[in-house]
């Protein structure tokens, strides 16, 4: 398992370096695809838990908000997103005067799909647009995935403590203080090897800033996973998808990705 999820990084790694790097239509059209694949995900985890919710309308929602997020920021907002909330109503309307009793509730999880995965994924967007904005996501993803990898692993020497024990029984109180421990020491390294290589040298983010901003991902991302798992549990379904060996689904791979980029961006408006 170990040994595929490696495989899989090393392969997808030097693509999404590339887009982020990029930037512009080459990192829209990256995750635009990516949080496509996870809508779809999203609407098999709940016809597989017996609710129809109404795909076409989640994935074109997520797609629609993550390209107006390109081309119009924030604006198009105003218009968009009670487009689709009304958009998703008459969908789910119709579907109950076809005989779908359950139709509040499909109407439920298609505006989750379209609010959870777009909206909060379409800050990938905006982050990148950001002054120096491939550098903040190329600290922003490495504070999770160390997160991440802390926790696994000093999880699963040292961990004897459920976290959360009903929901997800293996993750560990010293696994996820773990992962932020190595967060906050990770990200100082992570700054200084840029600079040392020269990649980026007029960087805004002194070793003690990285430190916190390892705090806030470690803290806070894991959440996602959390969230996700939620759904899978309900539906009884142990990943979102099979695309990705070792690692699942798309949704599975971005769960805590979700809540990164929407955290990030507001601490470096806010703080930056």
Known sequence: MLLQRVLVVVVLLPFGLAAILAGDLWFVAMITLILGLAAA????????????????????GVISIVLVRYWNDFEADQWLLPLLVLLSMISHLIAYERGRDQAATDFAATLGGIFYIGLLGSFFIPLRSLQDGEWWLLLILPAVWLADSGAFFIGRRFGTRALVPRLSPNK???????GILVAVLGMPLLVLLYHSLGLNPDFPLDPGNAAILGLVMGVFPTLGDLGESVI???VGIKDSGSLLPGHGGVFDRIDSWLWAVVIGYFYIVWFF
């Not at 560990?172 to 773990?178: F, I, M, R, S």
């Open 172 to 178: 560990t109180w010293e696994g996820y203080l773990g």
């Open 232 to 234: 899978k549990r309900q």
């Open 41 to 60: 995900e999203y609407v098999q985890l709940f016809q597989a838990g017996g609710l129809q919710p109404t795909g076409l309308l989640i994935v074109g």
